[in-house]
């Protein structure tokens, strides 16, 4: 638990104890209360799973008032390198500003190969908007290629169908925790020259032959919103392999300053007031130039110390997560009417929610399996923005469709999802697979 450098006296850390033990005693005292992240009689599909540990490391970040992006954050971004085996990491403020980061980054001047407007760049026809918006906000076609029938993920059998001479990336997300080969995509993208932006937002804990997702990618992407695998309310990340590739992340997430010293630093450089560039004064203060149009997406370090609590316990969540799905597994993998999305063989998932497809001899409509099932305390989710280029957003823009999207189709209007997430007993999953069985084969 991090402690500040400069405590003042006795009577100081006297009093941090003292709201120390308060905040873990208010946590067990108010545990298992009806929050916007847990209601004890409905059966959530997602939800923050917070202990006294976190709570306390909120509120003593509050305490030292440490409310905008620090050492914490520095920190957090160095844990989360090593355990996702990628070089660098720039925290952010969601997963969706981790997407935007993430091709900005491709599209920067100074990178050799940088994405241009009119470029395409292939990706899944069923994922989270903000995995296609980037590529239509930096003036590039979305190549939309269909989901594969037994994942939802990206089918890569179409990768070479949607290749064409003005493809830049691949940039595609692993749906609900279930990984695609990205060791594959990674395989394509190399063999043409392409760039790989792999969204691992549903992912952290999954893993491909044993190596963790998120480290395919020349850049990944992590969300830390509560429904996902760690989180500190709001809060993403993006991961790059390259110390070039992160440092032009790092520089459109701060301004797009030129200046690289971390917070509280001046000088790193040892030139801050020596410079001569075109168009300013000599000896402009280095630290207030900017050579990128870019953002301020940054986390603060009350995000960071909630969020580094979290992470130790990242494997343990991916463990309950998985439980609970293999538990929902074994009453509706042979159900009629039903079919479940899994992971690519291969690859070990980190389960972000039970998905499934409605057939023909389902009992019920997937809009009236929903009202049902929340009738006996179930929430559900529809598969994110299921066909995404049925959606409002992709109206009037440039896109490429590679065939005709039967299984986005499908999972459109017959996709669902129900939660596994650690929030969920053991008892829990038992009713929901015993009550979603009964209602796909009987109608009641």
């Excluded at 905040?23 to 847990?38: I, V, W």
């Excluded at 959530?44 to 305490?63: I, Q, Y």
């Excluded at 909630?306 to 316990?313: A, D, E, P, R, T």
């Excluded at 650690?422 to 009713?431: A, K, T, V």
Aim: charged share 25%.
């Amino acid at each position: 638990m991090t402690q500040p450098d400069n405590p003042g006296n006795a009577r100081t850390q006297e009093i941090r104890t003292q709201i120390q033990q308060l905040s873990t005693e208010y946590h067990e005292l108010t545990r298992g209360q009806t929050t916007r992240h847990h209601r004890p009689d409905f059966k959530m599909p997602s939800g923050a799973c917070f202990d006294a540990e976190d709570r306390t490391e909120a509120v003593l970040a509050a305490l030292d008032l440490e409310l905008s992006g620090g050492q914490a954050v520095v920190d957090f971004e160095r844990a989360l390198s090593k355990t996702i085996g990628m070089r660098s990491s720039i925290a952010c403020n969601s997963g969706s500003s981790a997407n935007l980061l993430a091709f900005a980054t491709l599209c920067d001047p100074s990178l050799d190969g940088h994405i241009e407007p009119g470029a395409e760049v292939i990706t899944s026809a069923v994922e989270f908007p903000t995995t296609v918006s980037p590529i239509l906000q930096y003036g590039c076609v979305p190549v939309i290629v269909d989901a594969d029938p037994k994942t939802g993920n990206l089918d890569l059998e179409a990768l070479e169908d949607a290749l064409s001479p003005r493809t830049r990336a691949v940039m595609s997300a692993h749906t609900l925790g279930g990984p695609y080969r990205a060791d594959h995509v990674r395989e394509f993208a190399d063999s043409h020259g392409l760039w790989f932006v792999e969204d691992n937002c549903d992912a952290l804990g999954a893993d491909i032959k044993g190596r963790p997702t998120g480290s395919f990618g020349h850049l990944s992407s992590l969300s830390f919103y509560p429904a996902h695998h760690i989180t500190s309310g709001e809060g993403g990340c993006v991961s790059a392999e390259s110390v070039q590739v992160a440092a032009v992340t790092r520089s459109l997430r701060d301004w797009g300053r030129d200046c690289w010293c971390a917070p509280g630093e001046d000088n790193r450089c040892m030139s801050r007031f020596d410079r001569k560039l075109p168009g300013l004064p000599e000896g402009f203060d280095h630290k207030y130039v900017f050579s990128r149009v870019g953002y301020n997406l940054k986390m603060s370090d009350l995000q960071a110390r909630v969020l580094m609590s979290q992470l130790q316990k990242s494997d343990a969540f991916t463990e309950v997560r998985n439980r609970n799905w293999k538990i929902l597994n074994e009453y509706l993998s042979d159900t009629p009417g039903i079919d479940v999305l899994t992971s690519a063989e291969g690859t070990g998932p980190s389960w972000f929610g039970f998905a499934f497809i409605l057939d023909e001899q389902a009992k019920l409509s997937r809009s009236q399996l929903q009202v049902a099932l929340e009738e006996a305390g179930i929430g559900s989710r529809v598969v994110f923005a299921g066909n995404i280029t049925a959606q409002p957003m992709l109206r009037g823009r440039r896109a490429r469709t590679i065939g005709d999207l039967p299984v986005a189709n499908r999972i459109t209007r017959d996709g669902l999802w129900v939660g596994v997430y650690p929030g969920l007993s053991q008892e829990d999953m038992h009713y929901m697979g015993k009550r979603i069985r009964k209602l796909i084969t009987d109608g009641r």
